[in-house]
């Protein structure tokens, strides 16, 4: 899931624009940890446990709104 569509959402929340920044603006680990692409997947964990997520994304779980309270 793209950082950004994370942002967004928050900043819906917060009546905040969500906008880009260069990854030179900022120092540390966060930046190659939020410039890595890491895709994952629970397909995996599904076949071999049996498992289904029965909670919402993170994106629908943020829209609900109780972080914001």
């Known amino acids: ?3 950004r569509e994370i942002a967004e959402a ?3 929340h917060l009546d905040l624009p969500a906008h880009s920044l260069p ?3 900022f ?3 966060v930046v190659r940890l939020l410039s890595t692409d ?3 997947s629970s397909t ?3 076949q071999l446990l049996g498992w ?3 909670y919402p994304g993170l994106i629908e ?3 609900q709104g109780h972080y914001f309270v």
């Open 27 to 29: 120092d540390g680990m």
């Open 10 to 12: 928050i900043g819906r």
């Open 52 to 54: 289904k997520p029965t």
């Open 1 to 3: 899931m793209p950082v």
């Open 23 to 25: 990854a030179e603006e």
């Open 61 to 63: 779980d943020i829209e």
């Open 44 to 46: 995996i964990t599904q």
């Open 38 to 40: 890491m895709p994952a």
